[in-house]
């Protein structure tokens, strides 16, 4: 793998997104229409729990919905010709490396309209947003080996979410347990552990997927 | 040979489980508040998930070495295992369920340790499904081995730190581990409890080569008629 090969990669995912702007469209206003549902049922902010869980759980459905297109995105016969020229380490990073940007974008633009609708509660902003910003990329490292292992079935949609939620959903306990804090005014120093558990739990991600993407890329 | 060796382990699997039924409900207890009795189904329901957490191990295993050496027998074998898994889980929290009715007041409680011994059923429930879903058999293979091996780390991951960071839980066992200290075990409980775990193990594989040994005439069938 060169460092090299990973830009390029990375910023091909860039440019074909742009290209196909209705695809990251589509998973915005699924994000923009989540958070109306949510106000207009939950009448505005209900209570700081509630909030947290929203908030959380608008994140987790916005991350598979943009993460699942990773490998289906483009068909076999293009992957057989990245296979070509890229190891399987380039295409997983690359792919990791994207995916973390585009929820860091998609999570801050998330938190933005969810603001504006349901009223701002955050008492230590800095925190909140270091635990979402670690969020997103936890969920997309996670999400990007389930987004390549359901693309390799039948019926990969209904699979990304059966794969994908057991192995999510203890880490969004740490997560909605910081944000929680967070939303109570806590410092740095008070969620630290947990902070270095999500730390821990990306590395370990990254390194599992590099151990295992090769053989579901290798054909 | 290895077929008689078999043999005698399957007989002291049997032997030990008629012991542990027998003595596990009849053999003294120690009197204890809240537990009182109901002591006894910790022959049972530690059994199950130790049962559990073992034939789970040999499934990883095996979906390493699929991986590895790329043998549909191992895939197989992790499968069968993953099924056997399943099963002894499912009677773990069935036992867990009627234990904590009579000594917490519902079957279910909102604990870290309850709610992470469902989350590991989930796991196992959709490596199934992920199976059903993949038509050819070496692409099924690779995709529920690499589940299997993300999936076993990053819940064991969580199974030991997630406990030990939550506000208490009240089941016993401390800094995660989801099970009792052999310590704490009162010694005229330990000579039906050391059976016990022994008999449980040796049913658990007993099932496990019995769910392989189906799988593999199931498969040897449909290649026949395939052909």
Same mark, same amino acid.
């Given at each position: ?13 860039? *440019? ?43 994140? *987790? ?40 940007? *585009? ?117 | ?31 204890? %508040? ?37 043998? %549909? ?38 604990? %870290? ?115």
């Amino acid at each position: 793998m060169q460092l090299s090969e990973v830009k390029a990669f990375i910023w091909k995912d860039v *440019l074909l997104e742009w290209r196909q702007r209705a695809t990251i469209g589509g998973v915005v206003l699924y994000l923009i229409s989540t958070v109306f549902v949510a106000y207009l049922t939950f009448e505005g902010l209900a209570d700081l729990r509630t909030w947290n869980a929203l908030f959380w759980l608008i994140l *987790l459905f916005t991350a598979i919905n943009a993460i699942q297109k990773s490998f289906m995105q483009e068909n076999e016969s293009r992957h057989l010709y990245y296979y070509t020229l890229i190891s399987a380490h380039g295409v997983i990073n690359a792919k990791m490396i994207y995916n973390a940007l *585009l929820m860091t974008v998609l999570g801050l633009a998330g938190l933005l309209v969810f603001l504006m609708f349901m009223g701002n509660p955050i008492a230590s902003p800095g925190l909140f947003l270091v635990n979402m910003i670690l969020g997103t990329i936890a969920f997309s490292s996670v999400l990007t080996l389930i987004s390549a292992i359901a693309s390799g079935s039948r019926n990969n949609f209904t699979l990304m979410a059966i794969l994908g939620f057991p192995l999510v959903l203890p880490l969004l306990l740490v997560l909605i347990r910081v944000s929680g804090m967070a939303l109570e005014g806590a410092s740095f120093a008070a969620a630290s552990p947990d902070l270095l558990v999500l730390i821990l739990l990306i590395c370990i991600t990254f390194i599992l997927s590099n151990l295992l993407f090769p053989y579901i890329w290798k054909e | 040979m290895k077929s008689i060796t078999h043999k005698w382990l399957k007989i002291a699997g049997v032997i030990l489980l008629v012991y542990v039924i027998a003595g596990g409900f009849l053999f003294d207890v120690p009197a204890l %508040p809240v537990v009182q009795q109901s002591i006894r189904n910790i022959y049972f329901h530690v059994g199950m998930w130790f049962g559990m957490m073992f034939i789970l191990l040999i499934s990883l295993g095996y979906s390493v070495r699929f991986l590895l050496y790329r043998l %549909p027998e191992d895939d197989m074998k992790a499968l069968s295992a993953v099924r056997t898994g399943l099963l002894f889980g499912t009677l773990g929290l069935l036992t867990g369920m009627i234990w904590a009715k009579f000594t917490w007041g519902a079957f279910w409680v909102n604990d %870290p340790k309850l709610n992470g011994a469902a989350v590991g059923m989930l796991v196992y429930l959709a490596y199934i499904v992920l199976r059903g879903s993949v038509e050819e058999e070496d692409k099924r293979g690779r995709l529920a081995a690499v589940y299997n091996i993300f999936a076993f780390v990053l819940f064991f991951v969580f199974i030991m730190i997630i406990p030990r960071m939550a506000a208490a839980s009240i089941h016993p066992g401390t800094d995660g581990n989801p099970a009792l200290s052999v310590g704490d075990l009162a010694p005229e409980m330990r000579k039906v409890f050391f059976p016990a775990m022994a008999g449980w193990f040796i049913m658990a594989w007993w099932l496990y080569s019995l769910l392989y040994r189906s799988t593999r005439i199931d498969h040897k069938i449909s290649e026949l008629n395939n052909n």
